[in-house]
């Protein structure tokens, strides 16, 4: 009796540590990078901004304009808890098949004599893993994606589609809800 009583214990140990380690407060359920630039622009701007989303639903939220022409750029930072309603979509949204499939892998390649470009990146914690995803975009002058094969136009279109719903969550988020706060600058960055 004693000995079954003793594995029970250390088997519930085990679970409850594997559990304990999947929700490793240092990881954020959610990293979400959106960046724009448009050098075609007058003047040449960049817009970016970072969501990072704890497992407890501490959001961070970073955005970014600079004129590029400028050394400075305007930055606001905001953190908060996310209401239940907020969690629960973000949650149904990281749990969609689109997104689900989608890897970094088929986005990676960008050419550098583009003029205007964007690209997302999620990171989402999944287990012990991270699920990383990417979209990129660009333009030089009126063609887009030029010199590129139709497969990975296609895979664009699909890391946009499934990345879609994520960052219209991200948008939403309502700022005046958050307080403002300093910067931190390990909060975007891995």
């Known amino acids: 009796m004693r000995m079954i009583f003793s594995t ?5 140990v085990i679970l409850l540590a594997s559990q304990l380690s999947d929700q490793d407060p ?6 979400l990078y959106q960046a724009t630039v448009e050098l075609s622009a007058r003047p ?3 817009f ?9 639903g501490v959001v961070y939220i ?5 004129l590029i022409l400028k050394p400075e750029a ?3 930072v905001y953190e908060g808890q996310l209401s239940t309603t907020q969690q629960d979509t973000l949650s149904d949204i990281l749990e969609s098949d689109g997104l689900k499939q989608l890897t970094a ?5 960008m050419p550098s004599t583009n003029s205007d470009f964007a690209w997302i990146t999620a990171k989402i914690k999944r287990g012990p893993s991270i699920q990383e995803a990417d979209y990129r975009y660009w333009r030089d002058g009126p063609s887009e994606y030029e010199h590129v094969d139709q497969s990975y136009v296609e895979a ?11 960052l219209n969550w991200a948008n939403a988020i309502d700022q005046s809800k958050l307080r403002a706060v300093s910067f931190r600058q390990e909060m975007c960055s891995d």
């Open 8 to 12: 029970c214990w250390v088997s519930c």
């Open 26 to 31: 240092a990881i954020p359920r959610l990293r």
């Open 44 to 46: 040449p701007i960049e």
């Open 48 to 56: 970016s901004s970072c969501v990072v989303v704890a497992g407890n």
């Open 62 to 66: 970073e955005k970014r304009t600079h």
């Open 74 to 76: 305007d930055l606001k």
């Open 105 to 109: 892998e088929d986005a990676r390649r």
């Open 156 to 166: 664009q279109k699909r890391a946009l589609q499934g990345l879609t719903p994520l």
